[in-house]
């Protein structure tokens, strides 16, 4: 199943980390997030302090994925790994008990997607996120996607809020439950 807690968790790791589509996590595709996270954040422009910081927040993202979840220690991270990590990490719990660095990556990510810096997250740039990454020939389904995600207090607000963003990704994670209330997050995913 499409929303299953299996393939939210290798969605993650294909569509959000494995930057290079090797298959697994390296500290490459941490390298080249900055880079990327960077130059979206900037709209084109790559301004040294911005992407030192960018460098600080994905190799500390990077070293606290490694550490948790390289149960054999060979530098990589497979999504068998990472599914194993966010098992022991993330699931049954609140955004603030999630790793500090994956806090800071998921608070990062908002940022990119909140593309007037509005501290909103409205239809408009969640659909902007979504065909970055999945395949969708019809824009009802991304809107459908997304309204499914909308509680009484982000429809007043007119989209999500970073708080609510943060706990929508903890549940995205947390909660194993195919009927999951976040699992179009990202959008409608695919197998």
């Not at 090797?22 to 992407?51: M, T, W």
């Not at 395949?135 to 909308?150: F, G, P, T």
Request: include cysteine.
């Amino acid at each position: 199943m499409a929303s299953s807690w299996d393939n939210r968790v290798a969605f993650v790791v294909r569509y959000l980390y494995d930057i290079d589509c090797n298959g697994y996590l390296d500290a490459h595709d941490f390298h080249c997030l900055a880079l990327r996270s960077c130059v979206l954040e900037g709209k084109g422009e790559c301004s040294k302090a911005r992407l030192q910081k960018y460098q600080h927040i994905m190799l500390s993202l990077w070293e606290e994925i490694a550490q948790l979840a390289d149960f054999d220690k060979d530098g990589i991270v497979t999504v068998d790994e990472f599914k194993q990590a966010v098992m022991n990490c993330c699931v049954g719990r609140r955004y603030e008990d999630f790793p500090q660095a994956m806090r800071a990556f998921i608070e990062s990510n908002f940022r990119l997607i909140d593309l007037n810096n509005d501290g909103i997250l409205a239809l408009e740039e969640y659909r902007y996120d979504c065909v970055q990454r999945i395949v969708v020939e019809d824009i009802k389904i991304i809107d459908e996607a997304y309204y499914s995600l909308l509680n009484d207090d982000d429809r007043r607000r007119g989209g999500i809020t970073l708080t609510r963003y943060q706990e929508l990704f903890a549940q995205f994670l947390g909660d194993q439950s195919d009927d999951c209330p976040a699992k179009h997050l990202f959008g409608p995913l695919e197998l």
